[in-house]
């Protein structure tokens, strides 16, 4: 025992020996050695025994040339003989110590228990150092330390510490709690610290306060607290600061067992850590030129595997500055690389972190796990790290009432509130991130890879993480993963992306990730997000050329060959997110995006109750997933986004999709495009046998703009730069054996400059199919819709550029407008395009009400493709058209056969001519059944109204018109009721029980044949 001593006066050696107050004789080699208040315990056989340091005051200077300052400290050495230590309890408490230096020089440094160093030196307050020592039913107490002002030069500087290396403990209690550490500074030379446990470098220095160290060590049954410590200023030059934390490293032997590592109530700052070159914690945290490690509450395991019954606890710590030039930061978090845990939990809640600041030298992170570029940084605050073939088994993970302010990497990462799993994988077990609060997390990059390229290869690089999961060359095999009730502000990500409240499940350097468990994001709120980058490349050619950028806020990413089981329902409720901003690339908002090869079969996908506001997307000279052109951006709210690309196709098989009751208002787009409330089937991108509801969604204020409208070499309608989608399907891969249906939504002020503007509806683009379908429009509602520079505008309708087959279209009970600057506006209606194809399927369009200005359609079937075997109804709809245009109608320009066309019951009128209730033709009708019966219509200006006109170009054949009980009125001449065929005609037409007006000239009730007629009428 060595007990309230005090040390008045200087104590120092220099090339030789010194001592006061020494204890228990031990046997040191060093160079030189200071020490004060010390017990030192060396080849000694110990059974039931204590040893203590107690209530001893260093009031003097304990100084050291050329080897170590020691005071108030227990050393244990084994040696060779490795005499165990059972039994015993060793108490360090009470104790304070003030100005122990260190500056080393050359020689074997405390047995090995913390390195050896050409330039060594080690200064130590207030600690236990266990080396080459078997410790069998021992307690370890550190408690009521005070230590301040303790420095190494060439080594480590170590206050109220406790480490053991190459040692076997078994039943081990460690206890460290109300320790004060306060101006803990270490300098390095070349050498190795920790057995390499710490740092191996040109320029290495270790500043630890209030922890426990473990290196190539065994430790079986260790129950370690940590309790009410508080650690301010600890610097590091070329190595690590360590406040108040447990690690362990290069573990030996099989397995942890009833393990738990506990940290609450501990308070750190200012610690800051520069780096030399070298590698830190055996490459579990940096392998640099310039490297660097601050750790603050946090617990770190590199190798071993953890078994049953144990714990890794964060609660109510406190962190402030923790800085780390070339190399890595982390406050409040843990980090396991190399690790196995079974049977156990992870749980980090109720810690404060803020100013957690990482910047990089030329350097690999994390093995490669997190970069190799010249320059990165990684900065964790109340987060959990897997790396490098982590996993954990039936080890929840909880993540939760957690604030993070102010966490910033350059050059790399940074991370707040959320799990990051790099090559690594969780089984059996449940992700629990909940109420976190994270304001000011940013990430900037500079030049050269991250991640081995898992992440990005570029001039800026960066990944910021809030509230989040990232998964990258991992598996997830979970029963749950949520994220839930997290708040994030004040983010960005300069140079990358920004995952904010959301998952993040990408490819790594592997084979890529997958994912078995049902994904839950609620009630979470972003706002103030941004993200943009210069000059950059990421993986598979994503982003290209000068700006790109990817912020996910509320979202689900699934990227690069993400597997998504049948297991594994995806739900994002209840989200809120405003002022989201990319510039240069994608912003996804209350989300689900899926990229290249990613599938996701029979696993349902429910977006529901998410609002978004104010979010924009722009961009420079760029390529960004898949679009090119001079200035573009996707920004993607409340909606399903499958991009192919032209690498690899997106699938969602047996995968029901709902998205309801959404809320998106003030989006924009600067030269790229928007999904608000919508499902987008890009690329290679395909469909089969799913169910897709887009419900009671509401889109206000949907706008984009844009200076060039061409994409992968193509204009707008094959991918689309300048398209505004709201509560809408756009289908540019491949729909088979699916439903759509489109019902309760509201759409209004949605505009675009240079592309589609669609509101309500369904698009299937150029080379893309449909087969064996059903399309549902119903009670819809869109006003404002529109476009300029004759682009589309549409409005409660389906636009079809590639292949309907065996399919069904209902468009029934919207009401809607549309206006373009042609004949492009169109409302409550099915355009066909040139070259498109409808085959063996239906169309009805029923009970709608709609208008449309500029010669655009309104409750009408526009065919400029192919219809075979097809019935077309239209019945009961309402609508006017202005400037001409058509309404409750067919129009046909291309080819019809072996077809049924009914118009019934509707209501019409056209200004400026027009057709209205009518089939109008200048293609090809054959073998098909026309009727035109009770329907109402006028048109001025001269118009078509309630007949068949098969102009000069046109041909019927063998086909069946009846025009029976219609009302029509036309001025300024027209026709009325009747049919005008100015081309070939041939079978029966029958006009009868029809009443007409025409003023200024007409045709009404009557059959005129300016061309070839043949057949009965």
Known sequence: MVTGNRAPARVSASGGKGGAGLGLAGSLELVSTAQANTVGLDALQIRGSQVHVL????????????????????????????????????????????????IGGKGALAMGAIGSLQLPGRATANGVLVNESDLRRTQIAGTGNTAHDVQSVGGAALANATTLARSNAEDLNVTQSGNTARNVRAGGGTGGVGGGFVAQADLTGVATANTFTAAGSQVRGARITQQGNDANGLWAMGGSALANTVNLADYQGSDLRQYQAVQTGNKASAVEASGGSGSLLKGALADVQMSASALANAISVQRGSIEGATQHVLSGNTADTVQAVGGAAAANSIWLQDSTTRQSHLTVTGNTASHIDTAGGRATIGGGAVGAFERNGRALANSVALDHQSSLQNAPVTVSGNTSRNVQGSGGL??????????????????????????????????????????YASKQDAIALANSLGVFDSRVDASAVSISGNRASQLSAQGGMLNANSVSIEKGDGSGSTLSAAVTLSGNTANQVSTGASRSTGPGGVYSEESVARAATNAVVLKDGVQVDSASPLTVTGNTATQVGAVGGTALVNALAAYRGARIAGSPITLSGNRASDITTGGAYNQAVGLGSAKNGILVSNGVYLDGGDQGGVRLSAAPVTISGNSAQSLRADGGRINANALAINGNGSVD??????????????????????????AWKNRGVGIASANAVQVLGALRASSLQLAGNTASGVSAEKGVAMANSVTVDDGASTDGSQTLISGNQADQVSTRDKKTALANSLYNEGRIAASNVNITGNQGGAQASSDDAAANSVRNRAGAGLSGSSVAIVGNRGQASQKGTVNSLDNQGQIAASQITVLGNNGNAQGGGTVNSVLNRSAIAGSQI??????????????????????????????????????????????????????????????????????????????????????????????????????????????VLTGAW
């Open 55 to 102: 209530q001893n005051q260093v009031q003097g200077f304990v100084n050291a040339v050329g080897g170590a300052a020691t005071a108030n400290t227990v050393l244990v050495s084994g040696g060779a003989a490795r005499r165990p230590l059972t039994d015993s309890r060793i108490v360090v408490s009470g104790n304070t110590a003030g100005n122990v230096e260190a």
């Open 414 to 455: 940074a991370s707040a509130g959320s799990l990051l799993m790099s090559n690594a994988q969780v089984q059996n077990t449940t992700v629990r991130i909940a109420g976190n609060n994270a304001d000011g997390v940013r990430a900037s990059g500079f030049s050269n890879s991250v991640g081995g390229g898992l992440l």
């Open 689 to 714: 046998g799913t169910a897709m509801q887009i419900t009671g969604n509401r889109a206000t204020d949907v706008r984009s703009e844009g200076s060039e409208d061409t994409a992968f070499g193509h």
């Open 902 to 1011: 009914q118009i019934l019951g509707n209501h019409g009128s056209t200004r400026g001519g027009g057709t209205v209730n009518s089939v109008d033709n200048e293609g090809r009708i054959g073998g098909t059944q026309i009727a035109i019966v009770g329907n109402t219509g006028s048109a001025t200006g001269g118009g078509v109204v309630n007949s068949v006109r098969n102009g000069r170009r046109g041909s019927i054949a063998g086909s069946n018109i009846a025009i029976l009980g219609n009302h029509g009125t036309a001025s300024g001449g027209g026709l009325v009721n009747s049919v005008d065929n100015q081309g070939v005609l041939s079978g029966r037409i029958a006009i009868m029980g029809n009443r007409g007006t025409a003023t200024q000239g007409g045709t009404v009730n009557s059959v005129v044949n300016k061309g």
